[in-house]
């Protein structure tokens, strides 16, 4: 018997290819503490299971399960094969799987007893006892870090960004690739990169960083869930800036890559 844990998922990924080394599972857990305007997967900020709009506008579906550990873990091991092929594993995306870490905390554990290797996905807003009680069972962190002004932060996130900072810099030493989304007129302005670059350039073992460039795949779901998209008329960020971007954070010494 593995354990009784719950939660509350609204998503596994297959064979995923951009959250984390090799060939992944990607879980994702519902609920987060921030309401990002540029977020892809609103669906997942809610905690609880809910009814949406489906496809065509004429009857509603359920997003978000409730699940055991046991029945999460049978559907990781369906695939093993890859990711003993691949150097691939489990990632923990969200949402914030950080809001529900009793549940991730079960998770985790029994992909370390199956020397199954695991990433977290996270934007590190929660408290540092939930982040070390859980730290050394993950192997790769993925951590958002979005914008440096507090004020900003709030505005755009629903959140200060002190926590997030504090938390990195508690967590150097672990294995982290920093992930920037890129957000133009948001995140993506001259003052909020040189404050990042200053930021990241203060921390010693940190040498990754994924550009996560805006994009509108994930406006229908704003439809569904009867939400205004506050960025519906915003652009992607051009060619030319993304490579911008990528030539100042390798001319920095870190190594850059453009999604995950
Ligand atoms: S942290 Fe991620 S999941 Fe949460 S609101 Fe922001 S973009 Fe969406």
């Known amino acids: 018997m593995e354990t009784q844990s719950k939660g509350v998922i609204f998503d596994i990924k297959k064979y995923a290819l951009h959250d984390g080394p090799g060939i992944r599972t990607t879980v994702f857990l519902k609920g987060c503490p921030l309401n990002c305007w540029w977020c892809h997967n609103p669906e997942g900020q809610n905690p609880e299971p809910e009814r949406i709009w489906s496809n065509q506008n004429t009857q509603k579906e359920i997003i978000g399960r409730e699940v055991s550990v046991e029945e999460v873990i049978a559907e990781i091991e369906k695939d093993l094969i890859f990711y003993d092929e691949s150097g691939g594993g489990v990632t923990f995306s969200g949402g914030e799987p950080l809001m529900q870490h009793d549940f991730l905390d079960h998770l985790l554990t029994a992909c370390q007893t199956r020397e ?145």
């Open 116 to 260: 199954l290797s695991t990433t977290l996905d996270t934007c590190g807003y929660s408290s540092w006892e939930i982040i070390e009680k859980i730290k050394d069972k993950v192997d790769l962190f993925l951590y958002d870090l979005k914008m440096i002004d507090d004020k900003n932060h709030q505005k755009y996130t629903g959140v200060s960004v002190l926590p997030i900072l504090s938390n990195l810099k508690r967590l150097e030493g672990e294995n982290i690739i920093i992930r920037f989304p890129v957000i133009p007129g948001i995140t993506d302005t001259e003052e909020n990169v040189n404050q990042l670059v200053d930021w990241l350039s203060k921390l010693e073992t940190i040498k990754e960083i994924n550009l996560l460039p805006f994009h509108k795949i994930g406006y229908s779901k704003y439809l569904k869930l009867n939400r205004e998209n506050v960025l519906l008329d915003l652009n992607p960020p051009s060619p030319e800036r993304l490579n911008q971007l990528l030539d100042t954070f390798r001319g920095l010494g870190f190594i850059t890559k453009l999604g995950g």
